[in-house]
Nanobody, 122 residues
Framework: QVQLAESGGGSVQAGGSLRLSCAAS????????RGWFRQAPGKEREFVAR????????YYADSVTGRFSISRDNAKNTVYLQMNSLKPEDTGLYYC???????????????WGQGTQVTVSS
C-alpha cells in the first residue's frame, strides 16, 4: 500500500514563506517522478513543480519559477516544496503525487496525497 502524506501547510501573509513536505511509505520511487499540484476553489488542479527521483532534475510552472523550489531526500523518501515570496494567488490545496511519466499532467500521476491547505492573505 503506497501512501503519500503532506505536511507544512498553513496561513501566511503575502511575501511570506512556507515549506511543504511529502513523505512516502509503502514503496521506493527509484525511477518515479514526484510532483506538487495545487487546486484553488472553483478551479482545476494545476501543476506546480516536479522532480525526477533518480537524477533530481526539476521543472516548474511559470507562475512559481524563481519563487518555489522542489527538492528531495532519497534516504527519507521525502520531497519538499520551499515556497517563498508567496502571493494571494498561491492559495489552494496543495497535493503531492508520484508517477512513472515525466509530465505536468495530473492524470498521469498514479499516487496522491490527501493535500495540505496553503492560504496567503494580502
Amino acid at each position: 500500500q503506497v501512501q503519500l502524506a503532506e505536511s507544512g501547510g498553513g496561513s501566511v501573509q503575502a511575501g511570506g514563506s512556507l515549506r511543504l513536505s511529502c513523505a512516502a511509505s509503502g514503496r521506493t520511487f527509484g525511477t518515479y517522478i514526484r510532483g506538487w499540484f495545487r487546486q484553488a476553489p472553483g478551479k482545476e488542479r494545476e501543476f506546480v513543480a516536479r522532480i525526477t527521483w533518480s537524477g533530481g532534475t526539476t521543472y516548474y510552472a511559470d507562475s512559481v519559477t524563481g519563487r518555489f523550489s522542489i527538492s528531495r531526500d532519497n534516504a527519507k523518501n521525502t520531497v519538499y516544496l520551499q515556497m517563498n515570496s508567496l502571493k494571494p494567488e498561491d492559495t489552494g490545496l496543495y497535493y503531492c503525487a508520484a508517477g512513472s511519466t515525466n509530465s505536468d499532467h495530473s492524470l498521469l500521476y498514479e499516487y496522491w496525497g490527501q493535500g495540505t491547505q496553503v492560504t496567503v492573505s494580502s
